[in-house]
């Protein structure tokens, strides 16, 4: 998550990178020369009209397939770019392992530093980023056994910002930064309930944000975020429009697996 997730400094959210959520972009690769940001304006109405329901998410596919699920770089505006490092994933095989962050006694660091990896009880997941020189997109899918594993999850996360709301201080790699989570009940997307959590803080002196929407269907939780550092998150294209791209790329996976 980002980094799922992402937090900013764990890995999507954090999310992409793991140990660096939501790969926040001063951690990152930095972009191409001239390379643009994407514009942080209001990306305006979401296309519901569009966006038919989908079924709810089956199959149990491991993270090495779930990688293939993720929007490649090209699916992003021109100036971004796939993060050096990769995506991160649960491998090949399905994970059978107890939840080592479980959301209702993670602690809020623990929680922003370890989004975007493995250890939340699922049974595989894959997230990375795409870049730019002040912002990123970050994407996340965590498959869990069931679908009610998978939509406590997404609760969960309003729990925990509520407990997360006042400032606290996280550090990775040897950057540390303060944060607050904020989170709210979203627009459904494809027929399933989100929610938007957000993370805000400063990094290293650097304002940064992470605005990332998360939506359970069936046994899978899809995350999308938009990352600024010193800038508002990048807008267009818009979460939720990736959250929907992500779900059908996964009903598409799953029927080929």
């Not at 309003?158 to 709210?184: I, P």
Request: proline share 5%; charged share 5%.
């Amino acid at each position: 998550m980002l980094a799922v997730a992402v937090g900013v400094l764990g890995a999507v959210t954090g999310c992409s990178t793991k140990g660096v959520p939501y790969g926040t972009p001063a951690t990152q690769s930095a972009a191409p020369t001239g390379s643009a940001t994407a514009p942080t304006a209001s990306a305006g109405p979401l296309p519901t009209a569009s966006m038919t329901p989908l079924a709810a998410a089956t199959g149990q596919l491991t993270g090495t397939q779930l990688a293939s699920v993720l929007l490649p770089a090209s699916g992003f505006p021109a100036g971004f770019t796939a993060s050096s490092s990769g995506p991160v994933t649960s491998g090949g095989s399905l994970e059978v392992a107890a939840a080592q962050y479980n959301l209702a006694t993670v602690s809020c660091a623990d929680f922003v530093e370890h989004l975007g990896s493995t250890g939340f009880g699922e049974t595989a997941m894959a997230a990375n980023s795409v870049v730019g020189a002040d912002q990123a997109y970050d994407q996340v899918v965590y498959q869990f056994g069931s679908a009610g594993s998978a939509s406590a999850f997404v609760a969960g996360l309003q729990s925990l910002a509520s407990r997360c709301g006042t400032s606290f201080s996280a550090t990775d790699n040897g950057t540390s930064g303060t944060f607050r989570l904020t989170a709210k009940a979203g627009a459904d997307v494809g027929g399933h309930p989100t929610v938007e959590l957000v993370q805000s803080g400063t990094v290293g002196g650097t304002s940064v944000v992470l605005d990332t929407l998360f939506s359970a269907s069936g046994v899978d939780v899809f995350g999308a975020a938009g990352v600024g550092l010193g800038t508002g998150a990048p807008a267009v294209p818009a979460k939720e429009t990736i959250v929907y791209d992500l779900m059908q790329r996964q009903a598409a996976a799953a029927v080929l697996s």
